[in-house]
DNA sequence: AATTATAATGAAAGTGCTTTCATATATTCC
DNA sequence: GGAATATATGAAAGCACTTTCATTATAATT
């Protein structure tokens, strides 16, 4: 027969003969318990059907134990190398991780006014999706801890990323290797986002260009779609024009990646014939032996954890804003 | 002015000028409240912006389930593409996706006695990592519904994927192809794993390459750790040997992309003189046109999360063993 | 006017769980 | 062999609320 009042933790204890304390242990660190009592425990537990009541235990700890994390859609490896440090980060701290992923800016609106802002989470990260003054004000008004990575907003904490110098690295860079007839190529996706990072590097990396009094003409600016296909096939356009580019700079690695298999497929030397420089530093760009420029993934995700956390630990901080240094990695494509 | 601690029900009587009782009546059964006060209260909870706790929750939790995702942490890019594909899947319904990442099987065996009945899940995926005996009897007795992607259990629904069949169809592919010197290189990791994927298709091969009548000598099996650049090192030893095999069965795609690597230091021609052939086909095979044994990574987990709504909802249907097929899909490698 | 019923309130004792701290026992080191 | 260190456990003090119960002020009844 079933028992007629859900058990308790007390009821746990006095069945396995210890203290609740051993109990709360046992389902909250296992390994701090020892071998034999840790059975005794499961037993007693698995004997009353036994299930912690989740109200009393959030009173207990102070907050939910859960952090969420408003992603984009998994598409681009950058987001995904970005939350292995964030997933790593909190799984140090004994953080459960809440993950939302969004694949466009109405969606993220949804979310961020039906995510139950107070109460459910303990604290928020917005990977690379941009958040409006309302929004904004809206996650401080519930005094929900956020942190925003790569789109910052002056209400909030965010680890950001120098875009715009990225750019202007790439063009330096790319001059001094003696090049003069240099493309750009980015991506098109999400053209709902004002201020996309990739509208940054270029930004940066045509002032790097004039401050030398070098043109980037139109013809020399290419989007591509995220995707391999697609990007080669821009990539092969470039690449084919009467007068082509010997350097490209290119807004991701991951397009970087599809604009080298372009040229191994037109039979174009790189970097004898043409130098190619990415942006990320993704783990594949260690394999393609790709020069580019990096941007500490991992960190950053880290790094706002740390930067959440903190808040959450005294939410009077004021916001802080940090901003990762870019390093240009020097491989085999430039 | 905005909050910065959630109040609590203190701060509204001491803003109110009455003790918590009152405000928990209040709260709970206002017209057990004097009109004066109860005026007091609101203006103060207003003020405040206070929301209890409990029903905070209570109100969040209404309609949104949540499933939980338990992975081994994102080293592979195999994970991340199981997990893209269960995210998706999930974002269409109204779940939340809560992710543990693990790195041991200790780990594991710790989360397991404890998400069950700490998680508030409403159901579990345990992506690419093995579950015992015992794990899996919690999880039925506990009624809550799993499902395994890659290590199958009897007693829990699996999406499985038959990697001895796919050591086979590698070794029948390089076969055909007319290779007889043949080796295998896979990774180390998770030595405490039983029936790793790794092995399995090791096993296949030489099954497949045995049934041809062609040994696998011992000097041509080769473990590395899962990095690009351990990889590369044992991929260039062996290339490097007396008598070079002319073919390479490489256990997962991120490793062989390290074999490549190798040979393209060794000066060695793929295909010409050394063939490739990997498995997973990840996203980035296709950029390096390489040759492998492509499993359904996105379909995997899209298909596990539609066994386990299905589960969900119906807790009453048996488990069910899906086996997703393989194929081999012919690029430059091989 | 004295008594009693009624309404409004707060002190304090739960509620089921976590966590800090102190204690007891076992292990390692020189 | 004793000190130093690590491991395993429980007592007790929270946590954010709810509830009980005793207290007071107020209204109603004789």
New interface residues.
Partial sequence: MPPNKPPTIYDVARHAGVSITTVSR??????KVNGDT?VRI?AA??ALG???K??A???AMRG?G?IGVISP??TA?SF?QR??GI??AL?AKKF????????SAERLKNLLSSV?L???LDGLIILSLPVDDADARRL????LPTVLVEFPHPNLSSVEIDDVMGGRMAAQYLLKKGHRCIAFLGDTDLPEYSLHPVSQRLVGFRQGLQEAGIELPDAFVRLAPYS?EQTRKVAAELLSMPQPPTAIFVATDFQA??VL?AARQLKIQVPEQLAVVGFDDL??A??A?LTTIHQHLDESGRLAVEILLAQIES??RPTRHVKLPLTLIERQTA
Wanted: glycine share 4%; net charge negative.
């Fill in positions: 046992m389902i909250n660190t296992p390994d840790r499961l537990i698995d036994f299930v912690p989740a109200e235990r959030a009173r939910t859960r859609f998994f490896p995904v939350l292995r997933a790593e799984s459960e991780l809440v993950i939302y992923t969004v694949d139950p107070t109460g459910n401080v008004d519930h005094g391999q990646l599809s298999k783990d594949l260690e394999y032996d939410p009077s």
